[in-house]
């Protein structure tokens, strides 16, 4: 159990915590979706194209929680296409293509983005 006590006025707080409850955060989620899907559009390595158009984005929320989730919906033998050029895959004749990680650096500066944005709203708020 938590207890305190307070002399004078807690206006500011008051009005500071009416504030961020305010804050949108689904649609800075939403724009850095946005931001991310350019981004890994850009970033994904280029054969037909298919893979790098195929990105998008979902944006949740569950309580207190908000999660966003990058997809890409190009799909090759049931597999996703980004995940074996990321990781690397096997080919029919036995051999072994090595994986490139372009999803992280693609994908780092929007995290650091969100995390900059949310600061920023309820720092400001």
């Not at 790098?52 to 944006?59: I, M, R």
């Not at 995940?83 to 992280?104: A, P």
Request: aromatic share 10%; with cysteine.
């Amino acid at each position: 159990m938590i207890s305190f006590t307070v002399s004078g006025s807690t206006k500011k707080t008051e009005d500071w915590l009416r504030n961020v409850q305010k804050i949108d955060i689904m649609a800075i989620m939403a724009s850095c979706g946005q931001e991310g899907v350019n981004a890994l559009s850009a970033a994904t390595p280029v054969d037909t194209s298919r893979a790098a158009h195929s990105w998008g984005y979902e944006v949740t929320r569950e309580g207190g929680w908000y999660t966003i989730v990058w997809t890409n919906s190009d799909i090759e033998n049931g597999f996703p296409v980004v995940i074996m050029l990321q990781y690397g895959h096997g080919t029919r004749g036995g051999g072994y293509v090595q994986g490139h990680d372009f999803i992280n650096p693609a994908i780092r500066p929007i995290f650091d983005k969100i995390a900059e944005k949310v600061w920023k709203a309820v720092t400001s708020a």
